[in-house]
């Protein structure tokens, strides 16, 4: 193992060390590190932002590839098209939204301060506020290790859903076949936002859902809502060392959805099913805001060295001086509560690397 632990490229803060770690900044060096693993039969993990993993703390015996790769260009605009952005796999996401709003393209706004890198987002089809990635993805360049070359795959080849993608499914023994190198995005000219589809930030913005605002506005809007949330970086703010949230919401039969509470909210989902409120469910199973295990050792709060967020139920945080096993008590707690109180399953959103919950 190396001295480099695993942890220190985490926005969760915990992880135990690699046994080698490779920071790749060109798409040459991201293509070469990957060939090198594979032909040595070695195990690889893909690490961008680091904002959406949970690692065992006795690390990973596996060759860690950061990718860090930036740069962005804009390969053509008009009116009735739109503009073509690409984007480094390594490029900090929040960089390229704000790029976006600056230069009055659209479609992008909403996603505000998430963290992590750009080419994390097609493989979780990341999503905030009323909309997500796949909205707005032409294309994602990749290196294929199965065929050895670098393809593309389009918008349709990507098989989206929630939290979800082709790259997310398809693996080679454990890790991703496919090895984001670019995202194309295709977006909107204009000073307005798309549609607005999400209730709070509605309200936020003061619009009727369904109608547009100007994408700075959304954008700050946006910025301060997930400030609020404790979602938006801050090494001052232990609320936001975290994975964000923690888990998705669940989407269950319409006939398990009916078994709940009258005010359990509840959204349409694909194939005649609904979206559930994970926030609501870990709130009403009697968990609440900065939620721990008492008796953690070192606690500086009630709830110990991890704990819910002091600002809203779906994040596991760090407090200071977590172990990834003090994080994964506090979610098996919260899960196991569910379950036992509306026979709700949840499932973690980030991915859980030599650890399960």
């Not at 619009?207 to 100007?214: H, L, M, P, Q, T």
Request: proline fraction near 4%.
């Amino acid at each position: 193992m190396t001295g480099t632990q695993l942890a220190d490229l985490t926005t969760l803060g915990t992880g135990g060390p690699a046994r080698r770690l490779v920071t790749a900044r060109s798409e040459d060096e991201i293509i070469a590190t990957v060939r090198e693993a594979d032909a040595a039969g070695e195990r690889l993990l893909i690490v961008g932002g680091g904002s959406n993993l949970v690692i065992d703390d006795g690390g990973v015996d596996a060759t860690v590839l950061q990718i860090a790769s930036t740069g962005h260009r804009v390969d053509s605009e008009d009116t009735c098209g739109g503009v073509f952005v690409r984007v480094a796999a390594g490029h900090p996401w929040d960089d390229l939204v704000q790029f976006t709003v600056l230069h009055a393209y659209s479609g992008l706004e909403a996603l505000s301060g998430i963290p992590g890198s750009t080419g994390a987002t097609p493989v979780q089809n990341v999503g905030a506020y009323g909309t997500d990635v796949s909205a707005t993805i032409a294309s994602v360049r990749c290196w294929d290790r199965e065929t050895n070359a670098v393809r593309t795959l389009f918008n349709h080849d990507l098989a989206f859903g929630y939290r979800d993608s082709l790259l997310k499914r398809t693996t080679v023994d454990g890790s991703p076949r496919y090895v984001v190198l670019t995202v194309d995005f295709q977006l909107a000219i204009g000073r307005m936002s798309v549609p607005i589809r999400y209730a709070e930030l509605a309200r936020a913005l003061d619009v009727e859902v369904g109608e547009k605002a100007y994408a700075t506005d959304v954008r700050r809007a946006v910025l301060r809502l997930r400030a609020g949330k404790g979602m938006v970086l801050d090494p001052e703010d232990r609320d936001t060392f975290s994975t964000g949230s923690f888990f998705t919401n669940p989407i269950v039969d319409q006939d398990e959805a009916a078994a709940l509470p009258e005010d359990a909210p509840r959204y349409p989902a694909a194939d005649g099913k609904v979206k559930l409120s994970a926030a609501w469910l870990i709130d009403r199973a009697g968990f609440s805001k900065g939620f721990g295990l008492p008796g953690t050792p070192g606690q500086e709060l009630a709830g110990g060295r991890a704990s819910l967020s002091t600002k809203h139920t779906l994040a596991v945080t760090n407090r200071g001086g977590a172990s990834t096993g003090d994080v994964l008590a506090v979610a098996r707690a919260v899960r196991d509560g569910v379950r036992e109180r509306f026979g709700v399953d949840l499932h973690p959103e980030p991915l859980l690397i030599g650890t399960a919950l």
